[in-house]
């Protein structure tokens, strides 16, 4: 059963009902459903869905040759295979679909690019002179993130300016991502998304009628299953000096987020080259550079400037609890990993990617108009708590401190502040005067709005307050898992 993508499959329908030639590009990592989001919008329609094979160039023409010729082109009756690239694109025209659109599915279009150079500059040339006012839709997937963008979309290169539309696929978010997962509690629903996180690949490999514990025991630790050598997998196909980008994930995996500390972590010390190895991971859609919400652009220029955060909740649990334990399940010891190791921290370990949860709830509420403000920016915010000295009129900086969400309103005259618990304990009043205390400086020429996110609601001081007070709102478990 094909779960979400509502959102990629309008697009992609929307170009197909379009007038005149379509040149759509859809990239993103790999796993991400890129193939399955595509071949579910291609059910009904006449077509033809090609991938292509790390092979040589006169293997991939063959191959995308009989693709084509057995949708009983003229050309068929004639030829077994098309001589060129050139002959190939072309007979795209000739697809006997009627009135409805030829509609054409390149998979891994990378792969076939790399067997031959100049297939981007035949593209653009048949773009130019012969698709564009056709009927016709020709659809270039990939997973090579930096090739796509930087070798066939960037400025001066072929087909620059040509497509019609560009879409980079992401990872599910929580509330597609739990589709998988009916029937367990909104608390288990939380803890399997911080587990693994909205690749639909990763997704499918557990069994919604198994516990979140014995889906973990099977379908992770367990040598021989498909997400126990996934990350050694994808890392291995996609980059070289895999111990080192290894020691790179499982440092920031486990908490170090500055460029010194990642370098310091993984034993390399030369700042400069950990820079490259991580822009190689955020190029992979692995790891990303994170700012505080407010930062101006000048500061994200500054390359010792910002956090790494692992954008793959699955790769986050794999490195806290699979890496650095492969020893033990090399030897077959999946119970003693897990209850001595696992169950003891993984609620702790899901109290990141709650605060996920949470910004995507905020983002829904927006969509709906239920915010008391319409943010132009939300995120964290990191930064110094600065405090006023009446007496002596100065300010002077207490210490570096964070907000979980800040939506930022146009004209920086509104604030939306978020703090996300998940805890087993309630939310209490002491935590929101902390919160409260942050950002005060800004009070004098902005309004202030407070939304607090808990997974075992609040004490009664905090309900009492909420009920008198029209810039605080409360939301429990219950309430974000199931958007109400």
């Given at each position: ?14 170009k197909y ?33 090609y ?28 030829i ?38 100049s ?20 659809v ?77 025991k099977?379908n992770?630790l ?33 908490g170090n ?26 190029e ?24 790494y ?15 650095a ?9 999946v ?14 370990f ?11 709830f ?8 239920a915010?008391?403000i ?31 969400l ?19 304990r ?13 950002l ?42 199931n958007?109400k």
């Amino acid at each position: 059963m094909f779960i979400g993508r509502e959102q990629e499959l309008k697009f992609l329908n929307d170009k197909y009902e379009s007038e005149n030639g379509q040149l759509v590009v859809l990239y993103g990592r790999r796993r991400v459903g890129k193939t399955e989001t595509l071949r579910e919008f291609c059910k009904g329609k006449p077509h033809v869905f090609y991938s292509c094979t790390q092979s040589t160039d006169k293997a991939q023409l063959s191959r995308f040759s009989g693709h084509m010729l057995r949708e009983n082109i003229p050309a068929g009756q004639y030829i077994s295979e098309f001589a060129d690239w050139e002959k190939a694109f072309l007979a795209i025209l000739d697809l006997p679909y009627g009135d409805k659109k030829k509609l054409v599915v390149i998979d891994e279009f990378p792969y076939m690019c790399k067997g031959d150079k100049s297939i981007p500059s035949i593209l653009q040339y048949l773009w130019d002179a012969e698709f564009k006012n056709a009927n016709v839709m020709i659809v270039l997937c990939g997973s090579a993130m930096s090739f796509i963008e930087k070798d066939l979309l960037a400025e001066k290169n072929p087909l620059y300016g040509r497509a019609t539309g560009i879409y980079k696929m992401n990872g599910m978010g929580f509330y597609d991502a739990m589709k998988f997962f009916p029937g367990y509690s909104d608390k288990d629903k939380v803890l399997a998304y911080s587990v693994l996180g909205g690749i639909p690949h990763y997704l499918k490999q557990f069994d919604s009628k198994l516990s979140l514990a014995e889906n973990i025991k099977k379908n992770i630790l367990t040598k021989g299953c498909v997400l126990y050598s996934e990350v050694d997998f994808l890392l291995h196909q996609e980059l070289r000096e895999t111990p080192i980008y290894n020691s790179i994930i499982e440092a920031v995996a486990l908490g170090n987020t500055k460029l010194n500390d990642i370098s310091q972590k993984s034993l390399i010390e030369d700042t400069s080259k950990t820079s490259v190895y991580l822009k190689n991971l955020i190029e992979l859609g692995i790891v990303e550079r994170e700012f505080s919400v407010d930062v101006k652009v000048k500061e994200k220029a500054n390359t010792k400037r910002g956090t790494y955060r692992l954008t793959d909740n699955f790769f986050r649990f794999w490195y806290a609890f699979g890496f650095a334990n492969i020893s033990q399940l090399e030897e077959g010891d999946v119970d003693g990993v897990y209850d001595y190791i696992i169950e003891p921290e993984l609620h702790e370990f899901a109290s990141f990617p709650f605060e996920d949860v949470c910004k995507e709830f905020v983002r829904e509420l927006q969509k709906k108009n239920a915010l008391p403000i319409r943010y132009a920016r939300l995120g964290r915010w990191m930064g110094k708590t600065t405090l006023r000295n009446k007496k002596e009129e100065r300010d002077f900086q207490v210490s570096e401190t964070e907000i979980d969400l800040l939506g930022i309103g146009r004209g920086e005259k509104e604030y939306l502040v978020g703090e996300c618990k998940f805890k087993t304990r309630p939310f209490e009043y002491a935590e929101y005067l902390d919160i409260k205390a942050k950002l005060t400086p800004l009070k004098e020429s902005a309004r202030f709005y407070y939304v607090l996110f808990s997974e075992s609601g609040f004490d009664e001081k905090i309900k009492k307050e909420a009920e008198k007070a029209d810039d605080l709102a409360l939301y429990d478990l219950d309430v974000i898992v199931n958007l109400k």
